[in-house]
C-alpha cells in the first residue's frame, strides 16, 4: 500500500514563501502512480484541489493560487512539490498530498498523506 509522508509546513508572514514536500513510499516496480496532487482545507471550510500533476508533468491550480504556487514532481524520488510564494493569510490551512495510480493487475489505488498545517500571519 502506497504511503505518501508531507513535509514543510509552518509558519510564516503573509509575502512570504514555503515549499512543501511530499514523498510517496512503498512503491514496488509493480505500482504505477499517475497524478500527484496538493489539497488544502482552511479552518472551518471544505477540503479543496489546490493544484495537480499529471506523470507528464501537465499542472492545473485553483485560480486563487495561480501565479504564486507552483507544483512540480520528481518521478525518480516518486514525490511531488509544492512552492508557495506570496503568501496570504487566506491560504491558512491544513495541505494534503495526493496520490492515485496503478497497482498489480492494473488494480486502481488512491492514497492521502496527513496533512501539514500551513499558517500565515498578517
Known amino acids: 500500500q502506497v504511503q505518501l509522508v508531507e513535509s514543510g509546513g509552518g509558519l510564516v508572514q503573509a509575502g512570504g514563501s514555503l515549499r512543501l514536500s511530499c514523498a510517496a513510499s512503498r512503491v514496488t516496480y509493480s505500482i504505477g502512480i499517475s497524478s500527484m496532487a496538493w489539497y488544502r482545507q482552511p479552518p472551518g471550510k471544505q477540503r479543496e484541489l489546490v493544484a495537480d500533476i499529471t506523470s507528464l508533468g501537465i499542472t492545473k491550480y485553483t485560480d486563487s493560487v495561480k501565479g504564486r504556487f507552483t507544483i512540480s514532481r520528481d518521478n525518480t524520488k516518486n514525490t511531488v512539490y509544492l512552492q508557495m510564494n506570496s503568501l496570504k493569510p487566506e491560504d491558512t490551512a491544513v495541505y494534503y498530498c495526493?496520490?492515485?495510480?496503478?497497482?498489480?493487475?492494473?488494480?486502481?489505488?488512491?492514497?492521502w498523506g496527513q496533512g501539514t498545517q500551513v499558517t500565515i500571519s498578517s
Open positions: 495526493y496520490a492515485n495510480g496503478w497497482g498489480p493487475s492494473s488494480r486502481p489505488w488512491t492514497a
